[in-house]
């Protein structure tokens, strides 16, 4: 079915070929790390003040080399949100180790940091915020959880580029910060991630499982004569290609943010009579997070509201979604994981949520169209 109005549409500022080119004609380098690339890495370092970005061939990829960094082993135990996308416990699950799932706030939709001191154990490693929407976590607390415990933390932050919590870019408060550059994404490389190494000591060690295990990125900065197969690794290194059309996006950040925020706000003036007399729910933002309008939704009474909505909408050729199944009810989180305590919020909410149309290029008449839409749904149900 063709929607007028489909979910998402990839981002593209109208630079991007020409940076293609560049790659292809001017400086003849498509494979990993080549000039586009370097400038993505600065791009990212300067933003967030990290101290080393790497970039990956995808968010997920980005988590994978986080988890083969915190070194978790076989049997031990990650402390995650069960709302989240299967990549979060995918990447420890590779490595054996067993996502521990924890409930969400129901507010944000983030792990609830005060559930999680309840499910550590002596066999927890790692604690994995993800931030849902671009809305931070709680990071002072899980921070200091994380501190008295001797946990290491994992950001995804996946939805989070260009989004902060009390002035500190998201992805740098943990051991490793995990980036996605999906096109789905806020910005742009059709697949791709990368992942913020928080202390210049672990830089070494994450360059080598990137190049096949290789010391190359010493080589290639002179700090030895010839390099050589060091430790075990793989390839996570994108194409130039990629990096080339995701300069041209990086270039043009704040023009990006600003048009999503601007829709967003749009959104909320639009639907904030129908959530003032509790019809529906809005997303909330804590005042200290600064977020990046990488997704507006809306929460219904329940599921099967949820559901007449979206055929509603899907009728009029507008595409909305819902997200995320609770990873600990579906078959590989039944395998792998459990959940910790009670899981008061996270099926109930999930079930609630339904995301509108968001992207870069969705116009203020299409927001507005949507908005006329979820009303006249909910005219049809006095
Ligand atoms: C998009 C996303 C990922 C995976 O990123 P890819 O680049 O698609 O591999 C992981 N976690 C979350 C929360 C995401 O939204």
Redesign the pocket.
């Known amino acids: 079915m063709e929607y007028a109005i489909p979910f998402n549409v990839p981002p593209f500022v109208g630079t991007e070929m020409e940076n293609l080119k560049t790659a292809c004609e001017v400086n003849h380098k498509i494979s990993g790390d080549g000039p586009f690339t370097k400038y993505c890495k600065k791009w990212v370092e300067e933003k967030t003040g990290t101290s080393c970005c790497l970039f990956t061939t995808?968010?997920?990829?980005?988590?994978e080399m986080a988890s083969h960094l915190t070194g978790v082993e076989p049997g031990d135990e990650v402390i995650m949100p069960s709302y989240?996308?299967c990549?979060?416990a995918d990447a420890f699950v590779l490595r054996r180790a067993v996502p521990v799932f924890v409930d969400i706030r129901p507010d944000t939709m983030n792990i609830d940091e005060n559930k999680i001191e309840d499910a550590i154990t002596d066999r927890t490693k790692v604690i994995v915020a993800?931030h849902?929407a671009g809305v931070g976590c709680e990071m002072d607390a899980i921070m200091d959880i994380a501190k008295r415990h001797h946990l290491m933390v994992v950001e995804?932050a996946?939805?989070a580029v260009h989004a902060s919590y009390k002035g500190k870019a998201l992805g740098t408060f943990g051991d490793f910060g995990?980036y996605?550059?999906?096109e789905?994404?806020n910005y742009s490389m059709g697949?791709?991630?990368a992942v913020l190494i928080r202390d210049p000591e672990k830089v070494e060690e994450a360059e080598i499982l990137r190049e096949k295990g290789t010391n190359r990125s010493q080589f290639f900065r002179g700090q030895i004569d010839k390099y050589t197969w060091v430790n075990f690794g793989s390839s996570y290194l994108p194409s130039e290609l990629n990096c080339a059309y995701l300069a041209a996006q990086l270039d043009n950040a704040d023009l990006i943010n600003n048009t999503r925020l601007a829709r967003w706000e749009q959104y909320r003036e639009e639907l904030s009579e129908l959530a003032g007399d509790g019809t529906i729910e809005l997303p909330y933002i804590p005042s200290y997070c600064e977020h990046n309008a990488h997704m507006f939704y809306i929460k219904t009474k329940d599921l099967e509201e949820r559901t007449a909505l979206i055929s509603f909408l899907k009728e009029r050729k507008i595409y909305a979604a819902f997200h995320y199944v609770p990873l600990h009810t579906s078959p590989a989180g039944r395998k792998f994981g459990r959940f910790h305590g009670k899981d008061e919020y996270t099926t109930k909410e999930s079930d609630r949520l339904v995301r509108l149309p968001m992207y870069y290029s969705l116009t203020p008449d299409q927001v507005h169209t949507v908005t006329q839409a979820v009303k006249a749904f909910y005219e049809t149900r006095k």
């Open positions: 995808s968010g997920t990829d980005a988590l989240t996308f990549s979060t993800m849902y995804d996946a939805q995990c996605s550059f999906h789905t994404k697949e791709g991630g």
